[in-house]
């Protein structure tokens, strides 16, 4: 049985191919620019920028942006300490609410750790 981290990447291929596919500009435009906001270093660090959407998407309460996130920032090389400074602000600003999807993150970091840890990809 696939973990989460390979059943989310799974997942999030096949649809956005699928939705990709169906070849509608706006949709291409914005997830062209929603990478480029991110992934781009400019006056702010791309690490930077992926922690500052991993805490809106804590406050918003995305389990699947939450993931992506976290992905992405494991990539970038940002440490636990970090992680959690970042679920803080996540919970200082969202409140008690967030504390069950801080646990799914915690739960998704520890399976992208043990990835890491085994020289999977991420």
């Known amino acids: 049985m696939p973990g989460r981290l390979q059943a989310f990447h799974e997942f999030r291929q096949k649809m956005n191919e699928k939705i990709l596919a169906q070849g509608n500009l706006q ?3 914005f997830f062209a620019l929603d990478s480029q906001a991110y992934q781009e270093d400019g006056a702010l660090p791309a690490k930077t920028k992926e922690l500052m959407g ?10 699947d942006c939450i993931s992506y996130h976290l992905i992405q920032c494991a990539k970038l090389g940002v440490t636990d300490e970090e992680f959690f400074e970042a679920f803080h602000v996540a919970l200082v600003v969202g ?7 801080l646990r799914r993150a915690v739960e998704m970091l520890e399976e ?3 990835t ?3 020289g999977g990809p991420l």
């Open 27 to 29: 949709i291409k435009r």
């Open 54 to 63: 991993l805490v809106a998407s804590m406050v918003l309460r995305c389990d």
């Open 95 to 101: 409140g008690s609410i967030v504390i069950p999807h």
């Open 112 to 114: 992208i750790r043990q």
């Open 116 to 118: 890491q840890h085994q």
